[in-house]
DNA sequence: CCAAGGTCCATGCGTTTGCATGGACACAGG
DNA sequence: CCTGTGTCCATGCAAACGCATGGACCTTGG
C-alpha cells in the first residue's frame, strides 16, 4: 500500500534468506512439472514417494515412525495414507515384534513392481527436465550443497 | 521384496535424478524447520506465501491468476484462501477494469503491516537455519543453481 | 516390581484441498 | 458485427489433510 517503502525485507534480506528463497521456488516450479508430467498412471506422487522411500529401507520394510521423517506429511495423515495402500494392495501392515507399539509397513510385489515402473518414467521426466536446465556438473554441485544443507539442519 | 535387486533404480539413476532428490529433500528437510518455528503467529505459512507474493508487486497488487503461478496450490484452492483472507482484512479483492474476467488481489494496510511482522521473523528464523549448514560463499552458490535451474525449465 | 512419563499409532472432527464444471468475459476470423 | 475458441475465476462435491486426543506399549527411577 505504501508508494515504495516495500524494499526493506525483500531486498536486503541477505544471502541466507535468498537462498532459501531460491531453493523454495526451484522446488516449487520443478515439482509442477514433474507432478504434471504423465508418468505417475495408477497412483498418486504421494504414493510414490511412500513407496520410493520403503523401497531405500532394507527389505522394503520400515516403521510408520520412519517413514514420516522422510515423507511430507502429518503422522495421521501418513498413517490413513498407508491404510489406503494396504487396501490397494502395495503395502502390507504387520506389528513390530521388537516394539508393540510399532506397525511396520513393507512393500509388496505389486507395490515393488509398481515402484520400479513409475520411478523409472518419473527418472526420465526428471532427466529430461532437470537435464535441460543444468548440465552435469551443476548437477553434481546442486546436489552436494543441498546434502549438505540437509546434513547442517539436522541438529 | 526382492532381496537385493533393489538397487537399480536407486544407485545409479544419474546425476540429474541425485540432484533433484537432494534439492527435494533439503527443501522437505528445511521447511518442517521453519515451518515448526515459532514465528507465524497470526496467520497460516501458506497465507504468508500469498502476503510476500503480493508484496512484491508493484502497488501489492496482483491478479489471481498471476498469484498462482507463485503459489503451489491449486486455482481453486487459492481462489478460496483469497476469499478467506479477505474475510480476514488481510486482503481486499475488486474486479479487473483491464479485464472483466479477472480478479485483483489487493494487500491492506493491515495485511501489508502482518506481512512485514511475520516476514522479519520468518527471515530471522531463515539467517538461523541455513545459516548453521552453509557459509556464505555456499548460500549464494546455491541461489545462482536454483535460479539457473528455474530459469531453465520455465520453458 | 511398580509408578510416572514418554513414544507410537489410530481415530473423531472440522477445515482445506483438488477435480470437474459452469458462467462471464476476451479475442480472433469470417 | 457475431460466432467460435480460449482464458479466468468461482462453486459443488468427494477426498484428504492437520489438530487434538486416546489407548497401548516401552522405559526409566525408585
Redesign the pocket.
Known sequence: MSPSPRAETTVGAGPAVEAWEALLRSQVALWRLLEADDVWEPI?P?EYDVLHTLGRCPDGRA???DL?REV?????????????MAEAGLVA?EP?PA?????VVVLTETGDRLRRRVGARHAESIRRTVGVALDEREQQALRLLCDKLRAGTRT
Request: avoid cysteine.
Open positions: 498418486t504421494r516403521r510408520i515412525r514420516h511430507l506429511l502429518s503422522q495421521p495423515s501418513l498413517s490413513r495414507l498407508v491404510e489406503r501392515r513390530d516394539d508393540g507399539r510399532g506397525t
